[in-house]
């Protein structure tokens, strides 16, 4: 815990650092105030160019209204029957549910159950042809989700289906990975396990040359939300 509070500190004082060195350049130049929603477009265009240069693909920057038709589309778009679901940070992921049951997938919930159970829910995650999820975070610099998993999103939702589709909310895309931890706070990072995905898995382990989906999905789809109302 205290090594992890120094790496939260040294974080934080490099960001200050660079702040105060150019505290005097910015008074003199007054810069113009950019609007709070072009600062997030922005972060989200970041975000949408790092994904694809890392292998992933974005779907979009879509209203909440347009998400649950454009997940029922690509899982018919990949051919899936099953499709691996995790309860939602913001997202209403259960009509994400209903509406994929009635274009007849078969859903797999994940919930929390007892350690006895937890071998047979991750097998029927790994067996599905998709998993969704919600990020906590997106980060623009480097294209990376963060998810921060719990009984009722494990971490199998990102790590076993062959392809995977993630959902984040537009204010939840960050600049960098420094802005997540300083979200998170050093108790929250220590308190909960956080996956960084950055594109689909890959190994080079195989005759050296580059393996899509040998230890995860070999695919990766990002949706941003941005609610109409903000």
Do not use: C, Y
């Not at 939602?88 to 350690?115: H, N």
């Amino acid at each position: 815990m205290a090594e992890l509070h120094k790496i939260i500190a040294s974080v934080k004082d490099a960001l200050g650092v660079g702040a105060r060195s150019n505290s005097h350049a910015a008074a003199a130049s007054a810069p113009v105030p950019v609007a709070q929603s072009a600062h997030r477009a922005a972060l989200a265009s970041t975000f949408a160019r790092e994904l694809e240069t890392v292998g992933g693909k974005f779907l979009g920057i879509l209203t909440p209204d347009e998400v649950t038709n454009r997940i029922v589309t690509l899982a018919g778009e990949i051919g899936a029957k099953t499709v691996a679901l995790g309860q939602g940070v913001v997202s209403d992921m259960d009509a994400i549910g209903e509406a994929l049951e009635r274009a007849d997938f078969r859903i797999v919930r994940t919930i929390p159950v007892a350690d006895t159970e937890r071998a047979a829910m991750r097998e029927r995650v790994a067996n599905a042809d998709i998993g969704i999820a919600e990020a906590d975070f997106a980060i623009a610099s480097t294209g990376t989700l963060a998810v921060v998993s719990n009984g009722d999103r494990p971490s199998s939702l990102t790590l076993l289906p062959p392809a995977s589709l993630v959902i984040v909310q537009i204010d939840r895309v960050m600049e960098n990975l420094a802005a997540v931890l300083a979200e998170l706070g050093p108790e929250g990072v220590a308190a909960n396990r956080l996956t960084l995905i950055t594109g689909p898995s890959r190994t080079a382990d195989i005759e050296k040359r580059i393996v899509l989906g040998v230890h995860g999905p070999k695919s990766i789809h990002v949706i941003v939300v941005w609610p109409r109302d903000d």
